[in-house]
């Protein structure tokens, strides 16, 4: 199974770096899962949707066709952590073999990236930073490869 992650923006702060890399050390056990930032755009007072749309058209053209595209959204279906792995596999033969999940920016996802995936996928009803976000998808992700594996998990 291939994951990629492809967050709109960058990342700043070391701590979240840190963590990101180590769990994508983690996962290499299980799947090949890569992370790409894509360029965000000044978000300019009346000019939102002009740079999300902006964002969304950097960002559409790192996702294969045959995808399986899994929005981050906070209108999305909130999935627990034993429902997971299914999701990933059902998701995984649906996208030939690789999902692409997709956290937007500051200002959120376009509209047409919503329209595009295959599924709107909340981790909260929280408002999460970006680099949050990250990390505790990589940290569910994680979680759901050892659920699926029967492998023991720390709580």
Known sequence: MKIKIIGIGHLKDGYLREMEADYLKRLSRYAKVEVTESEDFPNRPGEEEKAML?????ASRLIRPTSFLCALDPRGKELSSHELPDFLEKASIKGKGEIVFLIGGSLGLDE???????????????????????ALLLEQLYRAFKIRAGEPYDK
């Open 54 to 58: 902006k964002e969304w058209e950097k």
């Open 112 to 134: 047409k990236a919503r329209q595009r995936a295959d599924y709107l996928f909340s981790l909260s009803k929280l408002t999460l930073t970006h680099g949050f976000a990250r």
